[in-house]
């Protein structure tokens, strides 16, 4: 008996469930359970033992045992009733303690905290935080979140992001929010919600932006054209150009609080704070071209060149970038400035006349360093750009001449059926020494071994090249290459012999043989060859022509090259000819640019012959034409006679080549929105 009350006293009580604050209505059904657990075997046991006792007619003790299973059944009614109401009680003071510990901590979130429904962004809830950071003097559960916040955005939720992209500024104070979707009961379609909450991190951010915006970007400054502004001239005036170039650079300096010291004759070192390199792109580096009004007694404009290292975690690591920006400024051709980040190169600037820098001591170094590598070689190749012109063919057989002068075998790597030199190269297979001497790509990388040099020629840019795969195999490479570095150039050479300067590649390559080989050693066709090379890249010696671009010319006059000879191989047939007037008439004048746009597929030579042709137009200062290649994609040829650099606007399309000369390769756009993308690069030169 004592052992059955304890069971009815001490029940065990199963866990309750809650969802949305209130109790499940399975829970009414389980009341009965948990206040009467296993009561009725009791009470039949007990009336087993009364029977029992009137079978063995003890009639007293049946009556007794009746009585007391009667007493015990309206005590365990009773206290089922008491329990039923204790347990509810229970349940009912659970729930309103859970409601209100979830509306208390919602209602005093030390955070601005909102919901809003994702289809429309309206606000469902917000606590008063939230709507007095938008400044809001009341809730307002009808706006929407685009209505307090206009930059928001709930793109970030659907895209499975807890944390907004960026801060948000409201009020001026910044906020990184944070949310996540939610769903409620409903089984609507538009049950999602979002809750986002809002961390006020304006003083974090704003030393942030502190540490960033003052953070060191040193910087050199080279005076490009130091010794022509010295020739001449006594000590005197010397010092008054020096000084008058400090001038300048020291005011341009305090303009933006740096530092500025002289380390070398003609070289400073600047220390600025990044917060204003932005100030000096949106200005373009202006000191470089008021760097001009300094001027000689003799007319020679002071030029400066600036290098500058951006994004450095070192100083140390800076002032690598800085040194290489200004290098890479100085191969360029001088008087504009190059800034090196950790991914890339930018350029301003560079609009006015290479500085020619190039001496006889510097051509006989590169000469010299050139002959030893021929020389410590098992074999050589020579590869030019890929549409090999008669500059690089000219040039590619200069090197086989030397290389037969070194007594080491050469072979100019080619793709004879893709090339714009097809006369020369007849011309150049026709001579004993160049039987076998074409290769093309594929045959160059099985016979190539370690101690193979790869001479690349006319170009500076591993995309151009005839075969990348061939640049990357070899581990000696030289360099010999006449035009602007630019965002992308071969590294890792053993040998770079790049004068933005110079005409021609031929040129550079005729310098190298006039300090290695003599006359006798450079076969007739191999003078021509070159020769011809010079007369293609400065439009028979109009364009880009020096003391020096003359003095190569004799040299292989003196050689054995025939000018009518040469002249032959710009010769064209009746078809080309035709085709080139057929471009021209389709050109139309762009800001003084005679652009010329044929829908129809056109040969290389042609459009860059048409090019040509355009700048004989009066008026006109460039050319640009732009045509399909048969292939699915478009080029475009540029010329310039002017002060126009059309390197630099290819350079904005991607493309690539030097102040007279350029041109770009576009893929998977028409010849329409080509056009339009020159008229932008043109606007954005301009100005």
């Known amino acids: 008996m004592f052992v059955f009350l304890k069971a009815v ?7 309750v469930r809650f969802e949305g604050g209130v109790a499940l209505k399975s829970s009414k059904k389980s009341l009965k359970r948990l206040s009467e657990p296993g009561v009725g075997v009791y009470f039949l046991v007990l009336l087993v033992f009364a029977a029992a006792s009137l079978v063995f007619r003890m009639y007293t003790l049946a009556a007794a045992e009746a009585g007391i299973t009667v007493l015990l059944l309206i005590y365990a009614l009773i206290a089922r009733r008491v329990r039923e109401k204790q347990l509810a009680a229970y349940i009912e003071s659970v729930t309103y303690d859970t409601e209100s510990a979830k509306n208390n901590t919602l209602m005093n979130f030390p955070l601005p905290i909102a919901v809003f429904r994702l289809d429309d962004s309206r606000i469902i809830w917000g606590n008063e935080m939230f709507f007095a950071m938008c400044g809001s003097t009341g809730t307002r559960l009808d706006a929407s979140m685009v209505d307090l916040v206009p930059q928001f955005s709930g793109k970030w939720l659907f895209e499975g992001k807890t944390t907004y992209p960026s801060l948000l500024q409201i009020n001026g104070r910044k906020y990184r929010l944070h949310g996540n979707i939610i769903r409620s009961e409903a089984e609507e379609k538009r049950a999602f919600m979002g809750i986002t909450y809002w961390v006020d991190v304006t003083e974090y951010d704003d030393i942030r932006q502190e540490y960033v915006d003052s953070r060191p970007v040193p910087g050199i400054i080279i005076i490009d054209n130091l010794d022509e502004l010295f020739r001449g001239q006594p000590e005197r005036i010397r010092n008054d150009i020096r000084d008058a170039v400090e001038d300048r650079l020291s005011q341009w300096c305090d303009g933006y609080h740096a530092i500025l010291r002289r380390y070398d004759r003609d070289r400073y070192i600047a220390v600025f704070e990044a917060r204003d390199l932005e100030k000096m792109k949106q200005d373009k580096f202006r000191i470089v071209e008021e760097m001009h009004q300094v001027e000689s007694p003799s007319g020679v404009d002071a ?19 800085a040194d290489m920006s200004a290098e890479l400024a100085l191969s360029r051709g001088g008087d504009q400035t190059v800034i090196k980040n950790r991914l890339n190169f930018e350029f301003y600037g560079g609009r006015g006349i290479e500085i020619e820098r190039r001496t006889k001591v510097r051509s006989r170094v590169m000469a010299n360093t050139l002959g030893e590598l021929v020389r410590d070689s098992s074999k050589v190749y020579v590869m030019g750009h890929r549409f090999a012109d008669l500059d690089s063919v000219g040039a590619a057989a200069g090197v086989c001449c030397l290389a037969r002068k070194c007594g080491v075998r050469a072979n100019i790597v080619i793709d004879l059926n893709n090339n714009a030199a097809k006369p020369l190269i ?15 790509p594929q045959e160059a990388m099985v016979k190539a071994d370690g101690h193979t040099l790869l001479v690349v020629v ?19 490479v030289a360099v010999v290459d006449h035009h602007r570095v630019g965002n992308t150039y ?7 012999f790049i004068e933005p300067y110079a005409s021609s590649a031929s040129e550079l390559i005729t310098e190298v043989l006039q300090e290695l080989a003599d006359q006798t050693d450079i076969t007739r066709c191999e003078a021509e060859a070159l020769l011809a090379g010079i007369v293609l890249d400065t439009k028979n010696f109009s364009l880009r022509t020096g003391e020096r671009t003359f003095d190569a010319a004799a040299f292989l006059r003196r050689a054995g090259a025939d000018t009518v000879e040469v002249k032959k191989l710009f010769q064209n047939d009746m078809e080309a000819t035709v085709a080139r007037y057929r471009i021209m008439q389709s050109a139309q004048l762009y800001r003084n640019v005679a652009l010329a746009a044929p829908k129809e597929p056109q040969d290389r030579i042609t459009a860059a012959q048409a090019a040509d042709e355009l700048l004989n137009i009066s008026g006109v200062e460039a050319s640009i034409v732009v045509a399909p290649d048969g292939k699915g994609g478009v080029f475009a040829s540029a010329r310039s006679i002017g002060d126009l650099n059309v390197q630099i606007v290819m350079e904005k399309l991607g493309g690539g080549g030097n102040r007279s000369a350029a041109a770009v390769q576009f893929t998977g756009i028409s010849i329409s929105q080509a056009v339009e993308k020159i008229h932008a690069a043109l606007d954005d030169y301009l100005g």
């Open 303 to 321: 030029s400066i060149s600036i290098g500058l290292g951006e994004g450095a975690e070192t100083m140390g690591e800076g002032l690598q970038f």
């Open 458 to 476: 006319d170009t500076n840019r591993p995309e151009q090249v005839e075969d990348s795969d061939l640049l990357a195999a070899c581990n000696r």
């Open 9 to 15: 006293r001490y029940f065990p009580v199963a866990p």
């Open 490 to 496: 071969i590294q890792n050479y053993a040998l770079s």
């Open 426 to 440: 007849d011309r150049l297979r026709r001579e004993p020494e160049y039987k076998d001497i074409f290769l093309n």
